[in-house]
């Protein structure tokens, strides 16, 4: 059996909630200072962000601030979220940090790459959104209205629109990561996961259609990565498994 790395002895709760304490501040403090770097370029990060839509727009048409705060409250807001976005590899290691000497030699050796993994598919949930989903979706969107309307989208309602789909997908993504985690634990079994498989895809389909506008070309967009993303969880939680049964004939 294998025993856990550190032989000290246990903390007081005091002293835990003094660790957890403090390692909250420093995520908090990192995402300040990304914060306070990143906020001189708060219009430039908007206009990234924004490109998917205005690059789609007709000609004469222009994104609006409907209300008085917006041109402000707007790229502030979304710095605000980038910075958090930017910040998320390190929050998750002060977080590890705190948990990480309570764990077995074997959980760390499959929590780390897991963690390392799990924040890599929320990046590339986010990507897939910007570069694949949005300009689909915004093509759409631009071509079915009445030709004698003019597009003029507001950048608040824009940025709520977009932010809920980076978390969407980004979400998403980490399919594989919680159906690994289930298997390691015992939850269940590749072979169980995959029975169900017919629930999962319509499962997946009801997860976009609650998720992303009511269209079937974003619903589709989402159901479909899901549903891949399912399967190689599947795949390797297979692995996982193995080696959960090497460990405990040992």
């Not at 990046?123 to 689909?136: D, M, S």
Request: some cysteine; proline content about 7%.
């Amino acid at each position: 059996m294998s025993e856990k790395e550190s032989t000290d002895q246990p903390l007081p709760l005091v002293a835990h909630l003094t660790e957890l304490r403090d390692r909250l501040l420093r995520a908090l403090l990192a995402i300040l200072i990304i914060f306070i770097g990143l906020f001189p370029f708060a219009n430039e990060i908007y206009t990234f962000v924004s490109e998917p839509l205005r690059a789609l727009l007709p000609e004469g048409a222009t994104m609006i601030a409907t209300e008085v705060a917006s041109p402000f409250l707007t790229p502030f807001k979304l710095t605000l979220f980038a910075a958090i976005f930017l910040a998320i590899p390190y929050v998750l290691y002060q977080l590890w940090s705190f948990i990480a000497p309570g764990m077995y030699r074997q959980e760390k050796k499959l929590a780390i790459p897991l963690l390392i993994s799990s924040v890599g598919l929320f990046y590339a949930g986010a990507a897939f959104a910007y570069f694949v989903v949005f300009p689909l979706i915004f093509a759409f969107f631009t071509s079915v209205g009445p030709e004698d309307i003019t597009i003029m989208t507001d950048i608040n309602s824009y940025l709520n629109f977009v932010l809920k789909l980076f978390f969407a997908f980004g979400l998403a993504f980490e399919i594989p990561i919680a159906a690994m985690l289930m298997i390691w634990a015992g939850i269940t079994t590749p072979e169980e996961l995959a029975k169900k498989r017919p629930y999962i895809i319509i499962g997946c389909f009801v997860f976009g259609m609650l998720l992303t506008p009511p269209d079937i070309i974003s619903q589709s967009l989402l159901a479909i990565p899901m549903w891949i993303l399912f399967e190689f969880g599947v795949f390797f939680g297979r692995f996982v498994r193995r080696d959960n049964v090497g460990d405990t004939t040992s």
